[in-house]
């Protein structure tokens, strides 16, 4: 891997500076620059910040942080495994970090965990690099895949009980706003769910001033696709914003948290760190702005009309 300096280090290299917006900036105090490289697809580092400990990032856009990428993985991964009957298998798109494979290899039912990304420099710099990992990449029933996602779920034959968008956020020029369009999710994706299988992905940015940009539109367009289609949020600090998901399934979701509850406690190795069944049924009870826009929202993902973020996740990691 070739060594880039495509990083906004400021203030003679200890602070790590990222615009989330044309006059919106988030900045981190860094302790050093572990390492930084660049593939074939996108800039990687790896700092070390006083604040949130190691943090990745892809394109000088933060992707996550030591101390609470937990929220982030435990929100995207357990709800749809929690929710579906016997998860045997898993395909992650993208993901190239590992975590979301860490979190879905806990579940005790789990035969394999396929997880495909299509830059391998990113792959190994995680392996070598993410200490937290290191077990998941190690595990056997990890099947990691270097491909595009989209070329890859096409050309399987097998179905999968959950499917995981741990992609990118949709970026004007790239890659990735493909795989959150309606043609996608009903031609390539739905295809190979089993008949009680669930679709899962990251939304973006879900606040109250940031919904609109992709949260509203990803959510009214797995709509368009699936049944039963549930948003739900949790607040990232490292991201400095609340952040969406958005689970569906054509068979309905228990939600009773005292039922979450034992099922986490009956189907997941180790202790949760911010899941249970009350927290996850209160995520799913969205602010009245929010609400408002969900259930009003009109638009529709597609190869022609798509709207981009031009904030967190500018690397493609399908």
Known sequence: MEETDNLSIIHDGSWFEEEIDVDLKWSFALNSVLHKGTSEYQDIALLDTKHFGKILVIDGKMQSAEVDEFIYHECLIHPALLCHPNPKNVFIMGGGEGSAAREALRHKSMEKVVMCDIDKEVVDFCKKHLTANHEAFLNKKLNLVINDAKAELEQRQEKFDIIVGDLADPVEGGPCYQLYTKSFYQNILKPKLNDTGIFVTQAGPAGVFTHKEVFSSIYNTTKQVFKYVLAYTAHVPSFADTWG?????????????????KKIAERIEGELLYLNGASFFSSTILNKTVAKTLKNESHVYTEDDARFIHGHGLGCRN
């Not at 998901?245 to 509850?261: H, I, Y």
């Open 245 to 261: 998901w958005v689970m569906a399934s054509d068979q309905p979701f228990c939600l009773d948290a005292g039922k979450l509850d």
